[in-house]
């Protein structure tokens, strides 16, 4: 699947620094109560909490931070429609052929393009840029992996092919549609420069050591400048091929407060906050310099299990935790503006998806949930452990589910940390349940069911960490057996037919309880003209002042 990413959660490592104008990193790296009269008129300024980067490798990142700047300054193969997100149009790949069989895709390449670093861009760089991801076998190869690819085909699957055409050759006719979206449109499909990362490489890294402080790709912008936990600085890329930003420079200022954020935006000192809460939107609501904007993305918040033992080892368990969210409650509270209810882990909007009735069928039922855990033997209730990071919403969805929770007899305990922590706990097994959000990238319900749902090893030592199920330690053949049937079903009736029933069946057993679809918000100053985004990209080269 592609753009599988995790919302936040990283390591901080040092980063490279670069030369810029004294002036812009001053603007940039102010104190965050620093008040100046505007923006500049040919940059982008940011507000947000970007303390999720850890490396600018595509082969690896899986935060959805870093993969919205890899976006605006890698190109990949094909892009989505910014006006409709379930179609992609060409983007380094002017135009492609499919095989009457659906088992082979030639895309035809552009021409002439050259990299930052001034190597001329071939389809070689192209084919070695899948090559890499699939040989370094960090999560993101899975985006590969799942559709046939491996360390030891790679290369004679993904080949430079005469003219500037690129050949991805399947074992299976995969949906044309879903292999654009989840490989061609997907990070793992940037086009890399190959000549400057294996000249940078490093014990057979292929580079991977020098992408954790810069990019080495070509696209509208370039990365000149990161301090972690302080700011990122893009350049646009003067010798870019394709359509010029409207903007010279987008400057992120990472500024973890909501409420700063705030700040910043009414004084004028950032054009777009990207962290506000639900009061802060309300009170920006009437502002006649700020417009509030949203979009539904592919993002699901949720309460997720680790089932290798303890009370969530058991079903009714899992269920009777359903039953504890107050999903319309949160609705109207904590999560307006963020987000609407959902239970499937198939997001609307989705192809296959159920619909947001039939997607979301569990409310408050304290009865409900004590019935069912006294059904599973436990009708005293438990002790447990939720982890949670610092997305803002999570500490009152998990004090509210905590308070319903002891009303059955269930303690929780609550523990909020770093990011970092939250996310290395989690990817390592070492917890009891965790709230966290999760992104796909595809619009279509295979992207989740993929990840979520399917598990192709549980082992330990597998170490899947970029298969949820995988953290939660849940494998259920049958699962798996019936997500392969629908990805491959050509029919488009009975392929969202067998996704309505896995959908259904996840609800009743499955290893999180799914709570919210989230929205995109922001506040945008009204001199930024043209912000653009959809579920699945924000294209900062759209944008104009």
């Given at each position: 699947m592609t753009n599988r990413n995790d919302v936040t959660g990283t390591k901080r490592r040092s980063a490279g620094r670069r030369l810029l104008s004294a002036a812009a990193v001053a603007a940039l790296c102010a104190g965050a109560g620093a008040a100046f009269a505007a923006t500049p008129k040919n940059a982008l300024v940011m507000a947000w909490n970007v303390d999720?980067?850890?490396?600018f490798d595509p082969a690896q990142v899986g935060e959805v931070v870093t993969n919205e700047i890899l976006q605006n300054t890698c190109d990949t193969l094909v892009d989505f429609d910014p006006a409709d997100e379930r179609k992609v149009v060409p983007s380094f790949a002017e135009r492609w052929d499919v095989s009457p069989d659906r088992k082979e895709i030639t895309f035809h390449l552009h021409k002439g393009a050259k990299f930052p670093s001034g190597n001329p861009v071939t389809a070689e760089d192209v084919a070695w840029s899948l090559h890499r991801v699939v040989k370094l076998n960090f999560g993101n190869a899975a985006t590969l992996t799942e559709y046939g690819f491996t360390?030891?085909?790679?290369?004679?699957?993904?080949?430079?092919?005469?003219?500037?055409?690129?050949?991805?050759?399947?074992d299976k006719p995969y949906p044309t549609t879903l292999m654009l979206q989840a490989i061609a449109a997907n990070r793992v499909s940037m086009v890399m420069d190959k000549k400057t990362l294996m000249a940078n490489e490093?014990?057979?890294?292929?580079?991977?050591?020098?992408?954790?402080?810069?990019?080495?790709?070509?696209?509208?912008?370039?990365?000149?400048?990161w301090n972690a936990g302080e700011s990122i600085v893009l350049e646009a890329n003067d010798g870019y091929w394709g359509?010029?930003?409207?903007?010279?420079?987008?400057?992120?200022?990472h500024v973890a407060e909501p409420g700063t954020q705030r700040l910043l935006l009414?004084?004028?000192?950032?054009?777009?906050?990207?962290?506000?809460?639900?009061?802060?939107?309300?009170?920006?609501?009437?502002?006649?310099d700020v417009s509030i904007v949203k979009v539904l993305r592919p993002q699901l918040f949720y309460w997720g299990f680790n089932v290798a033992d303890g009370p969530f080892s058991k079903e009714k368990v899992r269920l009777a935790m359903r039953y504890l969210i107050d999903y319309e409650g949160l609705?109207?509270?904590?999560?307006?503006?963020?987000?609407?209810p959902r239970a499937s882990f198939a997001q609307l909007g989705a192809v296959g998806a159920l619909d947001a009735k039939e997607g979301q069928p569990f409310k408050l039922d304290l009865d409900k949930a004590k019935q069912l855990l006294t059904e599973a033997g436990y009708p005293n209730g438990f002790e447990a452990s939720v982890l949670f990071g610092t997305l803002p919403h999570a500490n009152p969805i998990a004090q509210s589910v905590q308070q319903n929770a002891a009303k059955v007899g269930v303690k929780l305990s609550?523990?909020?940390?770093?990011?970092?922590?939250?996310?290395?706990?989690?990817?390592?097994?070492?917890?009891?349940?965790?709230?966290l959000a999760w992104q796909t990238g595809v619009p279509d319900a295979h992207g989740n069911a993929s990840r979520l749902v399917f598990n192709p090893d549980n082992r330990p030592e597998a170490k899947q960490t970029q298969y949820p199920s995988w953290r939660s330690a849940y494998q259920d053949l049958a699962l798996n057996k019936q997500i392969d049937e629908a990805l491959l079903e050509a029919d488009p009736a009975k392929r969202d037919a067998l996704y309505a029933t896995i959908q259904k069946e996840v609800m009743a057993k499955g290893p999180m309880a799914f709570m919210f679809q989230m929205n995109s918000v922001a506040g945008v100053r009204k001199d930024l003209k043209s912000w653009t985004w959809n579920g699945f990209r924000t294209y900062y080269e759209l944008a104009t002042k």
């Open positions: 999720a980067i850890s490396t360390k030891d085909n790679v290369e004679q699957t993904i080949v430079a092919g005469p003219n500037d055409t690129l050949v991805l050759k399947f490093q014990g057979g890294d292929l580079g991977n050591k020098y992408l954790a402080t810069r990019t080495a790709c070509v696209g509208p912008y370039k990365l000149t400048r359509r010029a930003p409207g903007l010279k420079r987008i400057l992120i200022r009414s004084q004028g000192d950032v054009d777009v906050a990207r962290d506000l809460t639900p009061e802060d939107l309300k009170d920006l609501e009437g502002s006649k609705g109207k509270t904590v999560m307006t503006y963020l987000g609407v609550l523990e909020r940390m770093a990011n970092a922590q939250l996310f290395s706990k989690v990817r390592g097994r070492e917890y009891q349940s965790a709230m």
